[in-house]
């Protein structure tokens, strides 16, 4: 079936950097985009950009920019996602979450917890 | 950025009541806004695309209406099940934005 499957939990110390996986199956990988949004502990959805995966071309919302990378390795159908200069405002569950036009399917969430 | 106001924040509703959830964008965005049901250590799920579109298997007491600036998700018939938090979310323009959500409690 269609899904998405994410990457386990991560601790990571401020300052650090962390790369998350989201690897997809089931549909042709080239034919959706994958977005990444975050939630923060009992906050809201934030979404955070996303990769075109027929060229891999990302683009990132302004508040991570410079921070955030998103690459992809259509050999094995994954996006990857990694920030730097991990900050303690950085906790949060991380999703992935295919796209033509609207998100139908997410993957179940990353959880980064940055502490020192 | 096109900013997603919901209202409201909070709704305690009992079964089998009718519940409505507000969504106002700050700007127009035609009928690209959907909206995804949140239940607690799950992720979003889509309910509604398009404003107005059930996406599939989704039961039909969800619906959506709405275009321009202003739309509305309507559960007509409150479940136990349906107890989440609602948000609806704009892809017309980049950055893509969520609205603050809105948490439905049975009473």
């Known amino acids: 079936q269609v899904q998405l499957v994410q990457s386990g939990s991560e601790l990571k110390k401020p300052g650090a950097s962390v790369k998350v996986s989201c690897k997809a199956s089931?549909?042709?990988?080239?034919?959706?985009?994958i977005h990444w949004v975050r939630q923060a502990p009992g906050q809201g959805l934030e979404w955070m950009g996303w990769i075109n995966t027929k060229t891999g071309n990302p683009a990132y919302a302004q508040d991570f920019t410079g921070r955030l990378v998103f690459s992809l390795d259509t050999s094995v159908s994954t996006t990857y996602l990694q920030i730097s200069s991990l900050k303690a405002e950085d906790t949060a569950v991380y999703y992935c979450?295919?796209?033509?036009?609207?998100?139908?399917?997410w993957g179940k969430g990353t959880t980064v917890t940055v502490s020192s | 950025e096109i900013v997603l106001t919901q209202s409201p924040d909070f709704q305690s509703v009992t079964p089998k009541e009718k519940v409505t959830i507000t969504c106002r964008a700050s700007?127009?965005?035609?009928?690209?806004l959907h909206w995804y049901q949140q239940k607690p250590d799950q992720s979003p799920k889509l309910l509604i695309k398009?404003?107005?579109q059930a996406f599939s298997g989704v039961p039909s007491r969800f619906s959506g209406s709405g275009s321009g600036t202003d739309f509305t998700l309507t559960i007509s018939s409150l479940e136990a099940e349906d107890a989440a938090t609602y948000y609806c979310h704009q892809s017309s323009n980049f950055p893509f934005t969520f609205g603050g959500g809105t948490k439905v409690e049975i009473k």
């Open positions: 089931g549909y042709n990988f080239n034919s959706y985009s």
């Open positions: 398009f404003a107005s």
């Open positions: 700007q127009y965005i035609g009928s690209s």
């Open positions: 979450a295919r796209e033509k036009n609207y998100m139908d399917v």
